[in-house]
């Protein structure tokens, strides 16, 4: 997965959420309801029920339950057909009691908003939609055909027609509010989560980087000694056979090699992080270290590095934590994504503070999103299509803003978002710093290195 990507090819789609054994424990709540309901309305209101076929209706759902039970595992996930299934059931069957218990004078009626629900929740919007509609209909169905409640008396127990009207409308109303809210809260939980998922393989991604780094700078050091005396002896052994051309040309290839592998090791030990000497570094090195990936791309990144008034006009040694690195670098990415031709990352510190602003030439953000930055999956950072064109492949920012944000943040670090240039200015108006302004700010006890605190050994590398 590269930084660039909107969503990840790991997460999966929105189905198999829905455990059996879940609805399964949920309709024995309801059919234990609805017994307590008819033996309360029959034994102390004294109210006249179809009892045979209500207890059918109750007995429907018991066999459900018995067969799904005994035929299924306790681990089976529904698929969105066997959900849709299982709810479209327990609606037929909860509103076929209704019927038979007096339609919307029943108070219960208002569990019918529970199936619709929980669609709503786990399953895809069609078969929300196909629930909610069934619901509706349901609603209606039995509001004006349904059998009505009487008492021993023969008094007929209805609600004015007023109020009946009422009643039905609220139902509807909560269909369709619970439905969308309810899978409104869901998809965002969902997204949040796929979202910290990606960020937690992106920042392993970067912690392994980090190790095997590591790794290749403690086999660098420790072969460093044998390839200097595997050299010096071949260099010895080419003079000492001058006068034997095939062995000195042996001794030379193995000097040659020697050389090979020591430059092997160096070119592959550049990035060798786990030294307790490279754990910390100038603020700057670690800034070009993160922007390093973009700076070829035909953008001129700019770097500035300045101490604030009254502060030490040393440049601050930082911890060089991976989470730190990668949330730079995927800002630093965006920004030149986005730029025309420049972008300027400067950096301010403080006694209290180091602050690191990414600025870039291009259009800046739009107005309808700039409040949603940060959040997972923005999918466009400028209108038009024709935007698209200028990142080839690249299909929103969303998902690496907020990797980035949220890896920052665990440095310590807050984030805000602005533009810099004003949208209704000519391109000749603008300023040469017209585009996306993106500011961090770190309590400089967060990130920053104490110079006199000792290293301490290097750890072995398993």
Sequence with gaps: MTTSDPTPAFLPERADWLRLRTLILLRWMAIFGQLVALTVADRYFAILLPLGLCYMAVGAAVIANLLSIYLFPENKRLTETEALMTLTFDLTQLSFLLYLTGGLTNPFALLILAPVTVSASVLELRSTVFLGLLAVFFVTLIALFNVPLRTEEGALLRVPGLFGF????????????????????????????????????????????????????????????????????????????????????????????????????????????????????????????????????????????????????????IRRRPELIHGIRNLVQNAVDFARERVWVDAVWTQRNVTLRIIDDGDGFPPQVIGRIGDPFVRSRRAGEEHRQDRPGYEGMGLGLFIAKTLLERTGAELSFANAGDPFLTPEERPERSGAIVEVIWPASAITADRGEPLGENQTIT
Aim: glycine residues 8%.
């Design 166 to 317: 009422g009643f039905w409308l609220s139902l509807v109303i909560g269909i369709a509010f619970l439905g969308l809210y309810s899978r409104r809260v869901a998809t965002e939980m969902h997204s949040m989560s796929d979202a910290l998922l990606a960020t937690q393989m992106a920042l392993a991604r970067e912690q392994k980087l980090t190790d095997l780094g590591g790794v290749v700078a403690a086999a660098a050091h420790e072969l460093g000694t044998p390839l200097a005396t595997i050299k010096l002896v071949s260099a010895e052994m080419i003079d000492e056979l001058a006068d034997n051309p095939d062995l000195q040309d042996d001794a030379r290839l193995i000097r040659d090699q020697a050389d090979r592998c020591r430059d092997i090791l160096r070119s592959m030990g550049k990035a060798g992080k786990d030294d307790l000497h490279l754990r910390t570094a100038p603020l700057g090195a670690v800034l070009r270290e993160a922007a390093e990936p973009h700076l070829g791309r035909g953008k001129e990144v700019i770097f500035t590095l300045v101490a604030a008034p009254r502060a030490d006009a040393a440049e601050p040694t």
